[in-house]
């Protein structure tokens, strides 16, 4: 079984600012881990993955994350925070076997302080 | 760039009554999906579908859904007998191929509304 969880419902940051969003992970088997963004009346878009390449991967958008098996962890950061980037944000697992068979987090919505 | 479009984006229903979501997948795209999210709550896997058969439902997924792809464009959803716990979103999506280097690709949803 897998499951995903996402600290932090809300999060509120300062133009210009770090985001982080966090993201932990259960899996039995070897995961594929995505973050997904839905802007407000749009469908869920990807950001980025991992599948088992480098740990360390760049999405769209200035986004990154870092796969840390140790921490079984996939935060999503960018360095500055723009005003466009307000939205909701999801973490999602799937395995090679089930790769489009998604198990979402609960989601955080992202603010974006002038 | 190709997008998959859902329709209608909110419909409100009497409970008991029946529904149709529907949704047309990118042109090439062989796999098709249904996902939910219930309000404050997780987006979660309904079904797949492949080759006009489903491919693998969640227990969510019982007798009152039915999926079917009617025609070479369409994918829909189908609530026999809405409950009031239906209420939610429902995104459709699609992809290419079902390795891992296939992403989904989702539509915005419709949001259902039972009364």
């Known amino acids: 079984a897998q499951s995903v969880t996402q600290l932090g419902s809300h999060v509120s940051v300062s133009e210009g600012a770090l985001v982080l969003l966090r993201c932990n992970y259960s899996?039995?088997?070897?995961?594929?881990l995505f973050w997904y963004v839905q802007y407000p009346n749009q469908g869920l878009q990807l950001l980025l993955k991992?599948?088992?390449?480098?740990?360390l991967v760049k999405g769209i958008n200035g986004f990154e994350a870092e796969f840390k098996k140790s921490e079984t962890s996939f935060h999503l950061t960018k360095p500055s925070a723009h005003m466009r980037d307000a939205a909701e944000y999801f973490c999602?697992?799937?395995?090679?076997?089930?790769?489009?068979?998604?198990?979402f987090g609960q989601g955080t919505r992202l603010t974006i302080n002038p | 760039e190709p997008e998959v479009t859902q329709t209608p984006s909110h419909q409100v229903t009497q409970m008991g009554q029946e529904v149709i979501l529907r949704c047309v997948p990118i042109?090439?795209?062989?796999?098709f999906y249904w996902y939910r999210q219930i309000l404050g709550q997780k987006v979660e896997f309904l079904v797949s579908?492949?080759?006009?058969?489903?491919?693998?439902k969640s227990e969510i997924f019982d007798d009152q859904f039915s999926v079917e792809r009617p025609d070479g464009s369409n994918f829909t959803l189908k609530i026999r007998s809405t409950k009031l716990e239906d209420s939610a979103m429902y995104f459709c999506?699609?992809?290419?191929?079902?390795?891992?280097?296939?992403?989904?690709?989702f539509g915005a949803g419709s949001r259902l509304t039972v009364l």
């Open positions: 579908f492949y080759n006009n058969e489903i491919s693998e």
């Open positions: 999506a699609s992809t290419l191929g079902s390795t891992g280097a296939n992403v989904l690709t």
């Open positions: 042109s090439n795209h062989l796999y």
């Open positions: 999602a697992v799937s395995s090679p076997q089930g790769a489009q068979k998604l198990v």
């Open positions: 991992y599948t088992s390449a480098a740990t």
């Open positions: 899996s039995s088997v070897p995961p594929y």
